[in-house]
């Protein structure tokens, strides 16, 4: 399933805790598309914590505690991070991360934790939701088979990498529209990861985020770029970047574009892919701005120029997802409309 929906999906169960509906969710997928990510998210929208804990670091004692003397009896003390409603808040997320990297009776011993809230005398806060997230058997991770009982409580989801939903994503978080503009035109290289090799480095949702930072780091130092590319994306798709960005000399004045003033459209589809990025950062920083509209009329005008009105349509898509319906009422949007209409209608 695509981010956009697993995050919708995670959303409702999150709600569901405090109605009484709520089933735990296990994420599957390889590494570095995002599942981490996807509940961290949640939680931030909700402002509550996430109590992450990794089951591959414990024994079974951690969870289950530690047990001590009462006159005849024997109790069990309860774990600090387990989530407490005093001290963590009535709300929250439980986060059993690298869940399928734990030993047997690691997993063992979450099983009445997941399914029955409960651990013992211990009772899981009820507006907490519980989340899990792991790696398949075929990922080449430290992974043990999921025992049936322990997967029989969870409902299961597979991560799938969708390059519209991490776009989406990066315009929303700031990366590099440079990066944004090479997916966009290397749209196989978002994920590309052969366990086969088992890479050290290999082009990921979480990987391109680390590029974007090596980009603000060492843009100013061709000697560095290059490799410090290929350390977090991987030897081959490092070079491609690399080539791409210093390519993006030729670019037209964006500044110009955004004022209404005449500017070319490049014939290189890779610049055409850079422009239509970075007309979009341009929008993105403009909106809160007097000259908002006038800023995104004129993107508009410049996206029916393109040779291939599809690119033109990338664009403007693009443009929505970051702005939103607010794009509607700019004025331009219906002359580009009109003029893309039998591009739509076959799309």
């Given at each position: 399933m695509r981010p956009a929906q697993l995050l919708r999906v995670l959303e409702r169960?999150?709600?569901?805790?405090?109605?009484?509906?709520?089933?735990p969710v296990m994420?599957?997928?390889?590494?570095?598309?995002?599942?981490?990510?996807?509940?961290a998210h949640i939680a931030a929208r909700h402002q509550v914590p996430v109590i992450d804990i990794r089951l591959?670091?414990?024994e079974p004692s951690d969870l289950r505690g530690i047990p001590f003397r009462v006159g005849e009896l024997v109790q069990w003390a309860v774990p600090g991070m387990l989530p407490d409603a005093e001290r963590h808040g009535s709300a929250g997320v439980l986060f059993l991360d690298e869940i399928t990297s734990a030993p047997p009776a690691v997993s063992a011993a979450a099983y009445q934790l997941i399914?029955?809230?409960?651990?013992?005398?211990?009772?899981?806060?009820?507006?907490?939701?519980?989340?899990?997230?792991g790696n398949r058997q075929g990922d080449r991770g430290v992974t043990y088979s999921m025992p049936a009982p322990l997967a029989n409580r969870f409902s299961h989801f597979e991560v799938e990498t969708n390059l519209d939903?991490?776009?989406?994503?990066?315009?929303g978080s700031g990366i590099d529209e440079r990066i944004i503009a090479f997916l966009r035109f290397r749209p196989e290289l978002l994920f590309d990861f052969d366990p086969a090799h088992n890479p050290v480095a290999f082009p990921s949702p979480r990987s391109w985020e680390f590029a974007h930072r090596a980009l603000q780091k060492f843009q100013n130092e061709p000697g560095l770029l290059q490799g410090t590319l290929q350390a977090c994306v991987g030897p081959a798709a490092g070079v491609e970047l690399t080539a791409f960005v210093n390519s993006l000399e030729?670019?037209?004045?964006?500044?110009a574009i955004c004022a209404g003033e005449a500017a070319v459209v490049p014939r290189e589809i890779d610049l055409q892919y850079a422009?239509?990025?970075?007309?979009?950062?341009?929008?993105i920083?403009?909106?809160?701005?007097?000259?908002?509209?006038?800023?995104?009329?004129?993107?508009?005008?410049?996206?029916?120029?393109?040779?291939?009105?599809?690119?033109?349509?990338?664009?403007?898509?693009?443009?929505?997802?970051?702005?939103?319906?607010?794009?509607?009422?700019?004025?331009?949007?219906?002359?580009?409309?009109?003029?893309?209409a039998d591009v739509m209608l076959y799309e």
């Open positions: 169960e999150f709600i569901s805790a405090a109605e009484g509906h709520h089933t994420l599957w997928g390889p590494p570095g598309v995002g599942k981490s990510q996807m509940v591959s670091q414990m399914l029955d809230r409960r651990l013992g005398e211990y009772q899981v806060p009820e507006h907490w939701a519980i989340f899990a997230a939903d991490w776009v989406a994503w990066a315009y030729q670019m037209p004045d964006l500044d422009v239509a990025a970075a007309l979009v950062g341009k929008a920083r403009a909106r809160d701005s007097d000259h908002s509209a006038q800023v995104i009329g004129h993107i508009l005008g410049y996206a029916t120029r393109f040779p291939q009105r599809e690119m033109g349509v990338m664009l403007v898509s693009d443009l929505h997802r970051a702005i939103g319906n607010r794009l509607f009422e700019v004025p331009a949007f219906a002359d580009w409309a009109t003029a893309v």
